[in-house]
């Protein structure tokens, strides 16, 4: 039997499997079983912690298909609480390793652990598709619309003028497109009332999700560089599961994610 922990992050849900004793990753088979909502554990991923020199873990983030992704912002803060609160002290910075690199995590600790974790996401770049005269796919047609493509380690597609009402429909065609050799995360967006933005994703190897890290960060700096949003200020998203906080640098050097995460249940798997 393995122990395991049940997170979410804005409703991105999570199953964690603490595995830096052993460090044997888990398989495809296993992370489609476990994310089954009718026969599994039922999760967005599974995201198996293992050794890493150097660094508290390495997340290894797999997606409800079998898939793995590069990144996951909601599931690095779901991992970062899962290492501090089973720490011997109560450390306020982590650094992890991802598929986007080692990545370092500030740490808000309240009465019952940790409550909010900011991770420093890394870049964003404008890196593909590139366009026959070697840009970047900013601002540029596809299927009839109008996307730019913006990478945080992992490839997103963000639609700034179709409502998040289209997700469901727009979604599964657009992360298969041609132009996207690894398949792609859709954000789509629109202003919000309050400030900032509202923001629902097609999340590639998961479908519709109630939160996404990265596309919460892809939506900001596509905004920020149509002017839409500022740059170097916290800026609002909200996600169907709730509220992150996106700070993206105007060199596009780093960009910054803050949001609450949650412990939802443990339980064992055999």
Same mark, same amino acid.
């Given at each position: &039997?393995?122990?395991?922990?049940?997170?979410?992050?804005?409703?991105?849900?999570?199953?964690?499997?603490?595995?830096?004793?052993?460090?044997?990753?888990?398989?495809?088979?296993?992370?489609?079983?476990?994310?089954?909502?009718?026969? !599994?554990?039922?999760?967005?991923?599974?995201?198996?912690?293992?050794?890493?020199?150097?660094? /508290?873990?390495?997340?290894?983030?797999?997606?409800?298909?079998?898939?793995?992704?590069? &990144?996951?912002?909601?599931?690095?803060?779901?991992?970062?609480?899962?290492? /501090?609160?089973?720490?011997?002290?109560?450390?306020?910075?982590?650094?992890?390793?991802?598929?986007?690199?080692?990545?370092?995590?500030?740490?808000?600790?309240?009465?019952?652990?940790?409550?909010?974790?900011?991770?420093?996401?890394?870049?964003?770049?404008?890196?593909?598709?590139?366009?026959?005269?070697?840009?970047?796919?900013?601002?540029?047609?596809?299927?009839?619309?109008?996307?730019?493509?913006?990478?945080?380690?992992?490839?997103?597609?963000?639609?700034?003028?179709?409502?998040?009402?289209?997700?469901?429909?727009?979604?599964?065609?657009?992360?298969?497109?041609?132009?996207?050799?690894?398949?792609?995360?859709?954000?789509?967006?629109?202003?919000?009332?309050?400030?900032?933005?509202?923001?629902?994703?097609?999340?590639?190897?998961?479908?519709?999700?109630?939160?996404?890290?990265?596309?919460?960060? /892809?939506?900001?700096?596509?905004?920020?560089?149509?002017?839409?949003?500022?740059?170097?200020?916290?800026?609002?998203?909200?996600?169907? !599961? !709730?509220?992150?906080?996106?700070? /993206?640098?105007?060199?596009?050097?780093?960009?910054?994610?803050?949001?609450?995460?949650?412990?939802?249940?443990?339980?064992?798997?055999?």
């Amino acid at each position: &039997m393995e122990t395991f922990v049940k997170y979410q992050g804005t409703g991105n849900d999570f199953v964690v499997l603490d595995r830096r004793q052993s460090g044997v990753d888990v398989d495809a088979a296993t992370s489609r079983s476990v994310c089954d909502r009718h026969f !599994g554990v039922g999760a967005d991923g599974v995201l198996a912690i293992l050794p890493e020199a150097g660094t /508290a873990g390495r997340m290894v983030v797999h997606n409800a298909d079998g898939s793995i992704a590069e &990144m996951c912002g909601n599931g690095l803060r779901c991992v970062v609480k899962h290492i /501090a609160e089973t720490s011997k002290d109560k450390p306020s910075l982590l650094r992890v390793a991802t598929g986007a690199g080692i990545l370092e995590s500030e740490i808000e600790w309240g009465a019952d652990g940790v409550e909010r974790v900011t991770v420093a996401m890394g870049p964003a770049r404008l890196e593909a598709p590139i366009l026959p005269n070697g840009g970047p796919f900013v601002r540029q047609p596809i299927e009839g619309l109008i996307g730019t493509a913006v990478s945080m380690g992992n490839p997103h597609l963000v639609l700034l003028d179709v409502p998040p009402s289209e997700a469901g429909k727009l979604g599964p065609s657009l992360e298969v497109h041609p132009l996207f050799v690894q398949r792609t995360n859709v954000e789509f967006v629109k202003p919000r009332a309050a400030g900032g933005l509202e923001v629902t994703v097609w999340e590639r190897g998961v479908g519709l999700t109630l939160a996404c890290g990265t596309g919460a960060c /892809a939506a900001v700096v596509a905004s920020a560089l149509e002017g839409r949003s500022p740059w170097d200020t916290w800026v609002p998203v909200q996600l169907p !599961g !709730g509220l992150l906080e996106i700070k /993206a640098a105007k060199d596009r050097s780093q960009v910054w994610l803050k949001g609450p995460v949650k412990r939802v249940f443990q339980g064992t798997l055999p």
